[in-house]
């Protein structure tokens, strides 16, 4: 049974940091790209970060650009995202995801986690 499991989310002010992990199992996610996605209340899903199955095949939304890192295990099969100098409108539900497509869209993503909710307080 594929898993896809998220943790490290939590409150923090603003200028805050948090780390999130995703831990994938039942298979591996190796040959896949694998990412994260957010969705803030009363909005749609949205693309946040990805990491492809080689080191260069890494990308960022442009709102993350610069403050957000992605990274994952040799094996592929965990998946970091150091988030820093948070704001208030990165307070949303993160969710893991794995695709076949890099970058990976929300139509494109087999696997999601159960999602892990970030706040970000003034």
């Known amino acids: 049974q594929v898993q896809l499991v998220e943790s490290g989310g939590g409150l923090v002010q603003a200028g805050g940091s948090l780390r999130l992990s995703c831990a994938a199992s039942?298979?591996?996610?190796?040959?896949?790209?694998m990412g994260w996605f957010r969705q803030a209340p009363g909005k749609e899903r949205e693309f946040v970060a990805a990491r492809g199955w080689t080191s260069s095949q890494t990308t960022y939304a442009d709102s993350v650009k610069g403050r957000f890192t992605i990274s994952r295990d040799n094996r592929g099969n965990m998946v970091y995202l150091q988030m820093n100098s948070l704001k208030p409108e990165d307070t949303a539900v993160y969710y893991c995801a794995a695709s076949d497509l890099f970058p990976p869209s929300r139509w494109s993503v087999n696997y999601w986690g159960q999602g892990t909710q970030v706040t970000v307080s003034t």
């Open positions: 039942g298979r591996t996610f190796s040959n896949e790209a």
